[in-house]
């Protein structure tokens, strides 16, 4: 059984449980997990953690693909895959907001 541990870094609650994810790195966790809501982008929490562990995997639920360009997006999980040995796996959910230009009218 894997287990994961998903980490709340948002605008509400913005101290990272640093403590507690390099204990369920110790105890055998699989996986620490993050996600974009509320100020807070979903990959930065995870480059401290990358940094703080060392073989727990890094992976996000959440990446607001209408506020970062996918070659950004990319290019930003590409970077944070090489800076942690390859721990990095993104689960990047498409959430679109209606715009001007995409509303139909009635």
Not at 17 to 41: K, M, N, Q
Not at 53 to 64: A, E, H, R, Y
Not at 69 to 77: C, E, L, Q, R, Y
Request: aromatic residues 8%.
């Amino acid at each position: 059984m894997e287990l994961g541990l998903q980490v709340d870094f948002s605008g509400r609650n913005s101290k990272l449980p640093t403590d507690v994810v390099i204990e369920a790195e110790r105890l055998g966790f699989d996986s620490c997990w993050t996600y974009e809501l509320w100020g807070a982008d979903a990959v930065s929490p995870l480059a401290w953690i990358g940094a703080l562990t060392s073989c727990i995997k890094l992976g996000t639920g959440v990446i607001q693909t209408s506020a970062h360009t996918p070659t950004a997006t990319a290019m930003t999980a590409m970077t944070l895959d090489a800076l942690s040995g390859g721990r990095f796996s993104s689960r990047a959910t498409t959430i679109r907001f209606p715009t001007l230009a995409t509303m139909q009218p009635c």
